[in-house]
């Protein structure tokens, strides 16, 4: 069997694999650190979708003359199924009451559904509520899909249009401890709120900027790679999020004071200086 990937000789031999399912499989972790994956197959020049790989899987390669596996990059993908949310959206609002008691068991086993819980899990959770009944409505659903969608469009935009965001957020970590000890317990929660919102989109435009090529992977923060800054910054935001549910005030205010604000300041700082060196 000849493999090939989007119409060109792949030198690529099957070894022990026998069906089409583990020759894919044996090519998946090649293609995620390339940044793509399958998204479709063409075997001996019938094509066939997403959709119906599944039923491919078990076919066994021996009874196949040529195998094209076709691919499309990882942000595309994600960018087709927030499209496909919101015409799902669309489809949710116009149906009926019976139609919305199954809608979101139906929308669970969608293409884009699988790839969302892989891939933004957080905004596969918020729809599957908003499906079940139980999120905000559909309009914030939509709201946040399209805000997916701008970070994908133009995450170098995105990241410099944060700016401000980061700014005020980090003047409220700073301004976390006195809220505190003055009783001002609704400005804290919401601080605590705003930071964890600013953090997870700082980081989803970091590794979208990643995938589409951006050398940010390399970037240097006070002469640390920014992969330790990040694995450090999560660590210390897990133990300010824990200090603040134990009512460990003190604690809780320095972390947010002396360790989260700079180091989202210095991050975000780092990122922004590397994209306007490209």
Not at 199 to 226: D, Q, S
Not at 252 to 257: F, N, R, S, V, Y
Request: proline share 3%; aromatic share 6%; charged share 25%.
């Amino acid at each position: 069997m000849k493999i090939q990937i989007n119409g060109a000789d792949a030198d690529i031999r099957p070894e022990t694999e026998k069906t089409v399912g583990e020759v894919l499989c044996a090519l998946e972790t090649w293609l995620a650190d390339s940044g793509f994956r399958t998204s479709g197959l063409n075997i001996d020049g019938k094509m066939i979708g997403i959709d119906a790989m599944e039923e491919c899987f078990s076919k066994d390669i021996s009874t196949i003359s040529t195998l094209d596996i076709i691919t499309s990059p990882l942000s595309r993908l994600i960018a087709e199924a927030l499209c496909n949310t919101m015409q799902d959206i669309e489809a949710f609002e116009a149906a009926g009451f019976e139609e919305k008691n199954t809608f979101a068991a139906h929308w669970k086993g969608s293409p884009e559904a699988h790839l969302l819980a892989e891939q933004s899990p957080d905004f596969f959770n918020w729809a599957l509520k908003t499906f079940s009944g139980e999120g905000s409505g559909t309009k914030i659903l939509r709201s946040l899909a399209e805000e997916r969608l701008r970070e994908l469009d133009d995450p170098a935009g995105e990241m410099r249009r944060t700016r401000q965001l980061v700014c005020d957020v980090c003047t409220r970590l700073e301004e976390f401890p006195l809220d505190i000890q003055t009783g001002k317990d609704a400005r804290a929660a919401e601080t605590v709120n705003a930071f964890s919102g600013i953090a997870e989109k700082v980081f989803r435009l970091f590794n979208v900027l990643k995938m589409e090529g951006f050398p940010v992977g390399e970037i240097m923060v006070e002469k640390t790679p920014i992969t330790t800054c990040i694995s450090e910054f999560s660590g210390s935001l897990r133990d300010l999020l824990a200090a603040y549910e134990q009512r460990d005030t003190v604690l809780a205010g320095d972390i947010a004071e002396y360790e989260m604000a700079p180091r989202l300041r210095d991050l975000h700082t780092a990122v922004i200086n590397a994209i306007i060196g490209e």
